[in-house]
């Protein structure tokens, strides 16, 4: 049982980035690529071999596929939008009281820094918050990196605080919804995705603790 507690220190944001992109290039984001063409009617298709630049990437999220624009410039993007969105991610951890290398392994899994991520299932942003997240939290507009960040980290905050500061539930509810873990007895649902993503924010949790200074 992982138990949750205290905070992190200083961000080292170069070494943050690299550890990220190391993560997603590694094992934890690994994956069959799906990649999307729209011809000049409006027809789509979807293939797992592109023939041409045209055909956007998806890679696949938690809450659905999300559209990327190529390798190359994802990593560099990632890269990029990490540091624009730490000084966010600083301050919604210090307000909310959570390591910010918490936030970063979420947001890493969720939806890779980009801030326009949609999923299939309809979530939105950053920390991939639902329509019904959103409103809780008083979140008006899900494509707002820094209101994205804020409902995304009370919510996390919350939910450690309905389990008991037990990390892996409060990752498990924030996939599956905490419904689903109170549903087994307050543990992991048996979903392969919810362990999946659970394991893999912890990866990211434990690798950014060791690359922040």
């Known amino acids: 049982m992982t138990r949750f507690g205290g905070k992190s220190g200083g961000a080292g944001i170069s070494l943050l980035a690299s550890a990220a992109i190391g993560l997603l290039l590694g094992p934890a984001g690994a994956g069959a690529d799906i990649y999307k063409y729209v011809d000049k009617y409006g027809r789509v298709t979807y293939t797992d071999k592109p023939l041409n630049a045209r055909h956007t990437r998806l890679v696949k999220t938690w809450k659905g596929w999300v559209e990327r624009k190529g390798a190359a410039n994802n990593w560099r993007q990632l890269s990029e939008n990490m540091k624009k969105f730490s000084p966010t991610i600083d301050y919604a951890a210090t307000r909310y009281e959570l390591p910010k290398t918490l936030l970063h392994a979420v947001i890493t ?31 008006k507009n899900r494509l707002d990196p820094y209101e994205n960040i804020h409902g995304g980290t009370r919510y996390l905050r919350d939910l450690l605080v309905m389990f008991n500061n037990d990390l892996v539930l409060a990752l498990a509810a924030y996939n599956a919804g905490e419904n689903a873990v109170k549903k087994y007895g307050n543990k992991v649902p048996p979903y392969s995705e919810t362990r999946t993503y659970v394991n893999r924010v912890m990866q990211y949790y434990r690798r950014y603790q060791e690359t922040m200074s």
């Open 109 to 139: 899994a969720e939806s890779a820094y980009n801030p326009a991520a949609v999923s299939h299932a309809g979530a939105v942003g950053l920390m991939q918050l639902m329509p019904e997240t959103a409103r809780r939290y008083g979140v």
